[in-house]
């Protein structure tokens, strides 16, 4: 019902740039929060950058001041600024959306397949 599509990954060397955008698409009433994720092998996913449909951001710690999170609630779109890219920033990102599918439906989350990133030193 919902597809998440992620695009922008890459590899970059550390202290560049790349930006990632994920759009959601099909039978979408509104989305609350949406945001990125990223998993690297033998660890939990972890939160990166969220953001509320009214355009409040927040940021893991690990990427404050690098990082930028946005979103075009018009056409259902979140992207990921980053910048002064680092090696321990290598991992797969995931585009999360908090889903509302009509008006007589709970939130649901989706999520992306995954893109990956890396920063080599």
């Known amino acids: 019902q919902v597809q998440l599509v992620e695009s922008g990954g890459g590899l970059v060397q550390a202290g560049g740039s790349l930006r990632l955008s994920c759009a959601a698409s099909g039978s979408i009433f509104s989305i609350n929060a949406m945001g990125w994720y990223r998993q690297t092998p033998g660890k939990q996913r972890e939160l990166v950058a969220t953001?509320?449909?009214?355009?409040?951001?927040t940021y893991a710690d690990s990427v404050e001041g690098r990082f930028a999170i946005s979103r075009d609630n018009a056409k259902n779109t979140v992207s990921l600024q980053m910048n002064s890219l680092k090696p321990e920033d290598t991992a797969v990102y995931y585009c999360?959306?908090?889903?509302?599918?009509?008006?007589?439906?709970?939130?649901?989350?989706?999520w992306g397949q995954g893109t990956q990133v890396t920063v080599s030193s």
């Open positions: 953001i509320t449909s009214g355009g409040t951001a």
């Open positions: 999360n959306a908090e889903v509302v599918l009509n008006k007589y439906t709970v939130p649901r989350n989706y």
